[in-house]
Nanobody, 125 residues
Framework: QVQLVESGGGLVQAGGSLRLSCTGS????????MGWFRQAPGKERELVAT????????YYADSVTGRFTVSRDNAKNTLYLQMNSLKPEDTAVYYC??????????????????WGKGTLVTVSS
């Protein structure tokens, strides 16, 4: 059983920054692609960013490109999402996700194998 645990969410003013973290097992971080999704109230869950295990290649949704940075520390089994210049429309529950590498860097939500429980980010205007 793979467990992913997110932390770092909270309330921040527009223009501010937050860093989310996701911890998991060594097996997860060594063998799976990792990523972040988010789900805003009344909306579908959407892909935010992904990162590959060893090369460090990344993918970002257009809405966060230039503002968010995904990274991973395999030695600490931790995935990060640095969020800068936050906007009210970034308000959502953010989920950590793990999936098999053969799904590629632009993963479809249906192909996610493991989910965290989520952490709430609220951006006030």
């Amino acid at each position: 059983q793979v467990q992913l645990v997110e932390s770092g969410g909270g309330l921040v003013q527009a223009g501010g920054s937050l860093r989310l973290s996701c911890t998991g097992s060594a097996r997860t971080f060594g063998n799976y692609f990792m990523g972040w999704f988010r789900q805003a109230p009344g909306k579908e869950r959407e892909l935010v960013a992904t990162i590959v295990p060893r090369l460090g290649s990344t993918y970002y949704a257009d809405s966060v490109t230039g503002r968010f940075t995904v990274s991973r520390d395999n030695a600490k089994n931790t995935l990060y999402l640095q969020m800068n210049s936050l906007k009210p429309e970034d308000t959502a529950v953010y989920y950590c996700a793990a999936y098999p590498a053969y799904r590629g860097i632009r993963v479809d939500i249906k192909d996610i194998e493991y989910w965290g429980k989520g952490t709430l980010v609220t951006v006030s205007s």
